[in-house]
Structures are given as C-alpha cells and as structure tokens.
T-cell receptor, first 116, second 117 residues
Framework: NAGVMQNPRHLVRRRGQEARLRCSPM?????VYWYRQLPEEGLKFMVY????????ESGMPKERFSAEFPKEGPSILRIQQVVRGDSAAYFC??????????????FGPGTRLTVT | AQKITQTQPGMFVQEKEAVTLDCTYD???????LFWYKQPSSGEMIFLIY??????QNATEGRYSLNFQKARKSANLVISASQLGDSAMYFC??????????????FGTGTRLQVTL
C-alpha cells in the first residue's frame, strides 16, 4: 500500500517563475492537506481539500497561491511568480476521513522548493 | 496566543537514557487530539503517537509514551531507552474537533533532540 506521494522532491525556480507541486494521497483517502515548513520552523497549515472542493484555505497567502484536487489525478499546489520567501518545504498529507479528532494524517516526503 | 508551545529548542540525552520533550497547548474546544511527529534529517514527517482529549489512559507506543495532564494542558512525549536513531526534530501538534475547520493540525515549533554516546 503506497504512502502519500509527492513530486518533485526538489524544485528549483527562478524568481518570477511558476512552481507546481503534486500530491497523490494514499489509496482510499479523499482528504488532502497542504502544509508549509519554513527553515527552522514548524509546519503551518495552508489548505484542506476534498475531491473537487476547497474546504478550508485559511492558511493560504491571498495572492499567487492556489490549490486544486480534481476528480481524477493528484492534488496540485500552484505558486505563481515565486519570490525568495517562498523557499520552503511543502508537505502534503492525506486522511480517510475528517470526522472526530482522532484520525491520523499521513504525510508525504515533502517538496523542497528553492527560489533563486 | 500560541496554540502549541514547545519550550525546548534543543535537548541532549545519552544513549539508553529516557528523555521527556515538553508540549503545552491552549484550546477551549472540549474535543481535541494531540499528536507527536518525528522529523529526521532526511525531512519526512513520521507519526509517533496520538492522545485523545477524552482518553483516560496515557497513550503508549513501543518506546514512546505520552504524559497527558489535561488540567495542566500538557502532553509531554517520553522516549525511553534512547537510541542514536532517535536524533531528530520532534513536533507536537493538535487537532480541535469543533474550532474552525476541524481537520487541520496546528504544530509547535519543535524540539531538536540529539542522542549522544
């Protein structure tokens, strides 16, 4: 049973380019979460999606960032016109449910984005 | 106010000794879950242990146990018989069932544990 897959693992972009980060949840999981980890910091929630729906995007920056989780295919986190401050590790997690508080979120290996 | 506070930026422990990593939390939600994750230098997030707010017993998982003191709002991780492979960052996290979107995890800033010979 494959875990959460993220690609690419490392991504280098020049300032002003677009970054696309992909996440395939665990089999049977329909809930996807994106978190960002700045250097030497904890993870910060960005967005929570179910298939074709954004449930909570309260942690997403207002501009340049967007996320989707289409009916078919992986979830995508898109960052337009990247700036140096976007350099971070971006983690995707998935869960089989969102009911209650006890379920575990399974994390992918992360995508390390470096903006030069 | 910080929802999750980890006051120890770094800790050292000798191999085979036990170590306690502190975590306090702040919530008014009656139902919540507390999690500990390990992040080795390779960067992945590894789930260690979970404690529910209504659980009567402290959670245990192999060499990991959670010292849950609800009245003090603390959920300290205890690692027994430390091994060199335990050297990593450790994050405490919380999920609140009724506050905002129930699904997101709120993380602390982490504690870097170094196990020495």
């Amino acid at each position: 049973n494959a875990g959460v897959m993220q690609n690419p693992r490392h991504l280098v972009r020049r300032r002003g380019q677009e970054a696309r980060l992909r996440c395939s949840p665990m089999k049977g999981h329909s809930h996807v979460y994106w978190y960002r980890q700045l250097p030497e910091e904890g993870l910060k929630f960005m967005v929570y999606l179910q298939k074709e729906n954004i449930i909570d995007e309260s942690g997403m920056p207002k501009e340049r960032f967007s996320a989707e989780f289409p009916k078919e295919g992986p979830s995508i986190l898109r960052i337009q016109q990247v700036v140096r401050g976007d350099s971070a590790a971006y983690f995707c997690a998935s869960s089989p449910t969102d009911r209650g508080s006890s379920y575990e979120q399974y994390f992918g290996p992360g995508t390390r984005l470096t903006v030069t | 106010a910080q929802k999750i506070t980890q006051t120890q930026p770094g800790m050292f422990v000798q191999e085979k000794e036990a170590v306690t990593l502190d975590c306090t939390y702040d919530t008014s939600d009656p139902s919540y879950g507390l999690f500990w994750y390990k992040q080795p230098s390779s960067g992945e997030m590894i789930f260690l242990i979970y404690q529910g707010s209504y659980d009567q017993q402290n959670a245990t998982e192999g060499r990991y146990s959670l010292n849950f003191q609800k009245a003090r709002k603390s959920a300290n991780l205890v690692i027994s018989a430390s091994q060199l492979g335990d050297s990593a960052m450790y994050f405490c996290a919380m999920r609140e069932e009724y506050t905002g979107t129930a699904s997101k995890l709120t993380f602390g800033t982490g504690t870097r544990l170094q196990v020495t010979l």
